[in-house]
């Protein structure tokens, strides 16, 4: 799901993998869970993992099919849809679901509310914690750094320049698959979307190689920098490629996704982006109630 942490750490990387935290929290809480149930049973109580695995379906089911009915218009056909490497999930229906699905069936099965009940609390709490670790070991969020890149022409371009409209900030590379296969959407994003700047960052390449690839995939993008020391993987902590940086006009950074985006994930992160701005801007201005 595309969520709002501190930059750093938003992904675990796993060598040449980079997993997103949501869906590894996910899956600890999952086992842990399952092991707590297996316990309970092996002490002669009934099994609780069957239940344990339909809500956690019932509540993935709910989680994506919320996030799409929210974004409908963004989905193309039933295959993008279901194609849930975008992490386009909403959470809390998820929980809620779940949660009153687990209490329908501890009311109809008093033989599983032992072990239900505490299997699934021992689950949440410990991905809780891992999270809250995860959370608080981030750094603060780091402004839009005082550097300059380059363009493909050579031109320097100073980043602090680029304040003023909320940014969207594209660290990518011609190697990385899902750097190609997003690429197309945020072009068209960048030529489209009024009131934001979409810039694509190339990382650690040179511009002949960057620009070879462009006409290749016959992408013009309205602004394309290098930036070849990868100060900004290193500045915002990124674990991997692609990662989008969502950037509110006064530099401060409002959300990054780690991974490909659809456009439903764009989307929403666009709209999250615009409405922080504004909260921004509102707190500036004299009298504002915000």
Do not use: K
Request: charge should be positive; aromatic fraction near 6%; glycine fraction near 8%.
């Amino acid at each position: 799901m595309f969520v709002q942490p501190e930059i750093t750490m938003q992904a675990l990387p796993l060598g040449p993998l980079v997993l997103p935290w949501g869906p590894v929290l996910v899956l600890v809480g999952y086992v842990v869970a399952a092991l707590v149930a297996w316990l309970e049973r092996r002490d002669g109580r009934a099994d609780a993992e069957p239940a344990l695995f339909a809500l956690l379906l019932l509540a993935l089911l709910t989680a994506r099919a919320v996030f799409v009915a929210r974004h409908w218009a963004a989905y193309r056909g039933v295959l993008a849809m279901l194609d849930i490497r975008d992490l386009g999930f909403a959470p809390w229906p998820g929980a809620i679901v779940a949660l009153l699905g687990g209490a329908l069936w501890l009311w109809r099965r008093p033989a599983l509310r032992r072990p239900l009940a505490l299997s699934a609390a021992s689950g949440l709490v410990i991905a809780g914690l891992i999270g809250a670790i995860v959370s608080i070991a981030q750094p603060l969020r780091t402004p839009l750094p005082e550097v300059t890149l380059r363009t493909l022409d050579g031109a320097a371009q100073p980043l602090a320049a680029l304040r003023g409209t909320p940014l969207v900030l594209n660290l990518w590379a011609t190697w990385c698959p899902p750097c190609e296969r997003e690429l197309p959407l945020l072009v068209n994003a960048a030529r489209s979307e009024r009131g934001v700047r979409i810039v694509l960052v190339d990382q650690g390449q040179d511009t002949v190689t960057v620009r070879d690839y462009l006409r290749a995939h016959r992408l013009d993008p309205p602004m394309v920098l290098l930036d070849g020391d990868e100060v900004l993987l290193r500045a915002y902590h990124s674990p991997g490629l692609p990662t989008t940086l969502f950037i509110a006009a006064d530099g401060r950074l409002v959300s990054a996704h780690v991974g490909e985006l659809s456009r439903a994930t764009l989307a929403q992160a666009l709209t999250q982006l615009r409405a922080a701005s504004m909260r921004a801007a509102s707190a500036h201005i004299p009298g504002s109630a915000f």
